[in-house]
């Protein structure tokens, strides 16, 4: 198989305002940016796809986070087997994090609109302080002269999906090291557990699509974030949609498809809570 021939690239450049969790995972709630970031078994259950999003969070603060992220995932095998990565990287005041993963997925076919995906990825997430960033008083202090600490993680998820021709489900269990002892259960890079449900219900013959989604997170801390989204495109050229997510996050999504390979879209998140 030709893999330039089924692997329709995907550029989006996404720039947002939402909350953030620092030295961690990105919380996308777009619809835009691919759910193979946090669910492995996603690799390659399509024809594949690329996304590139640069996201700006606290827009007009100095020192603000600012993301830049790449994914890429593809089938092979004759659509059997999938691989693909992810990377992002993160600069949020002092603070420069990096994450990386690698995913594997098997995909059983049912019939040509059912599928099973089950996956696996491993993963690499480092942060650091960049001490010459920081006002200080004591310049001559040990802390500053090139003593950087870095703060490292290797770890592996889980994931499953089923898909139709009218909704795609999944779950997936991410960070799960240190349930096998691979990492400190005490790390700032814990495990959480996600889920999601899209909808695709076509519309006015087919030309058009309307796709509710829900996603669930639920992190080890205990606590748990719920997003519900609804989309519209428009002879699949035009996307338009919104979402709320728990905590007061309202977003707006828009998105042109310029092409049959190439979609550019713009998402904006805004706190409407305390």
Do not use: C
């Amino acid at each position: 198989m030709d893999v330039k021939n089924f692997l329709p690239i995907v550029i989006l450049f996404a720039s947002l305002v939402q909350l953030g969790y620092s030295q961690d995972v990105p919380v996308y709630s777009q619809k835009l940016t691919n759910s193979f970031l946090y669910n492995p078994s996603v690799a390659g259950n399509t024809l594949g796809s690329a996304t590139l999003s640069y996201r700006q969070q606290w827009a007009g603060v100095e020192g603000s986070p600012r993301t830049l992220f790449f994914s890429i995932h593809t089938p092979f095998a004759k659509h059997r087997f999938g691989t693909g990565f992810n990377v992002y990287q993160e600069k949020s005041g002092v603070t420069d994090n990096l994450f990386a993963s690698g995913a594997f997925a098997y995909h059983l076919r049912f019939t040509d609109d059912n599928m099973l995906s089950m996956g696996v990825s491993v993963e690499y997430l480092n942060t650091k302080i960049d001490y010459m960033a920081v006002d200080v008083i004591d310049g001559n202090d040990d802390l500053l002269n090139g003593n950087q600490p870095n703060a490292n993680a290797v770890d592996f998820s889980f994931g499953l999906n089923y898909s139709s021709k009218y909704f795609k489900v999944g779950a997936s269990a991410n960070r799960l090291g240190s349930l096998v002892g691979l990492s400190d259960s005490t790390s700032q890079f814990s495990q959480f557990y996600s889920g999601f449900l899209n909808l695709t219900l076509p519309l006015a013959g087919e030309r058009d699509l309307l796709e509710p989604i829900v996603y669930l997170r639920k992190f080890a801390n205990g606590t748990h974030q719920i997003d519900g989204g609804l989309y519209y495109t428009y002879k699949n050229v035009l996307t338009l949609g919104g979402s709320y997510r728990t905590g007061g996050a309202i977003g707006l999504t828009a998105a042109v498809r310029i092409n049959k390979n190439l979609l550019i879209g713009y998402s904006r998140e805004i706190l409407s809570g305390d």
